[in-house]
């Protein structure tokens, strides 16, 4: 089975949590532990995982993006992650026995190998290394989660916005000609909850950045013409506003990000 993993490697770069499962493992082990599996293919929108849900398996995700969300009982949503080639979805539920604690949801077609959370702990009793692995990327996740929650706790709401789209750009850009263009569609309810914003709070930050040239929104996609302002935001102090670019910007919004 050709998995589309080899190009992720530990010295890719970036923050260690964001080196997928499969790229921690020998090649040996991660062909070993695909093998026990079934390929599953999943459309835009569909869900592979639902929260609160009994487990039964852990995925595998071999090419495609997701989504991991989370539903607290007044009804907010918080996205949590995105999660792609290489990455190991349900596996906290499956080693628990426990519900899922979340909603994982292709943002566009997702191929994944599904394995039943009994051939996973075997295998892991069977591999050192590979349960090493899963808790070196479980202890990675953790402490960028705790890196940003303190990060965030300085911030202004704007200040958090910025440094979220900033994110987004350098792992989820793509360069055009126009600016850079985010290739996970995101809506601002998905945004809001990143930030513990509300959703119209997000709507008026939106509609400042867009009045200050800085990006331009159509339904569920953005695109990034100024990420300078983005980073100038992101290190101003709170009371700070958006600040205007050098020479005329056209004021006349485009469509608001449409869920």
């Not at 992101?234 to 919004?253: E, H, Y």
């Given at each position: ?49 639902r ?83 899963l808790l ?7 402490r ?18 910025a ?79 958006i ?17």
């Amino acid at each position: 089975m050709t998995t589309g993993i080899s190009a992720y490697t530990p010295d890719d770069g970036g923050l260690d949590d964001q080196v997928p499962f499969l790229a921690r493992l020998e090649g040996e082990d991660r062909s070993a532990l695909l093998a026990l599996g079934r390929a599953l293919d999943f459309t835009p929108r569909m869900v592979l995982v639902r929260q609160h849900e009994p487990s039964a398996h852990v995925l595998f995700l071999l090419y495609g993006w997701t989504k991991v969300t989370a539903s607290a009982a007044n009804g907010y949503e918080a996205l949590l992650a995105l999660r792609g080639p290489g990455d190991i979805v349900g596996e906290s539920a499956a080693l628990t026995g426990r519900p899922r604690s979340a909603t994982v949801t292709a943002l566009e077609p997702v191929r994944a190998v599904a394995v039943e959370r009994g051939q996973f702990k075997g295998f892991l009793n069977r591999s050192p290394a590979a349960s090493f692995a899963l808790l070196g990327l479980t202890t990675d996740r953790t402490r960028a989660a705790d890196r940003r929650r303190l990060e965030f706790a300085s911030m202004s709401v704007r200040e958090r916005f910025a440094v979220l789209l900033l994110d987004l750009t350098r792992t989820h850009g793509r360069r055009t000609p126009d600016g850079i263009e985010l290739a996970v569609p995101l809506s601002k309810q998905e945004l809001a909850g990143s930030v513990g914003a509300s959703r119209e709070m997000v709507q008026r930050l939106l509609k400042e950045l867009r009045d200050k040239g800085a990006v331009v929104t159509g339904r569920r996609a953005m695109l990034i013409m100024r990420p300078d302002i983005l980073r100038r935001i992101a290190a101003a102090g709170p009371t700070a506003g958006i600040p205007s670019p050098p020479g005329p910007v056209d004021d006349s919004p485009p469509g608001p990000v449409d869920d």
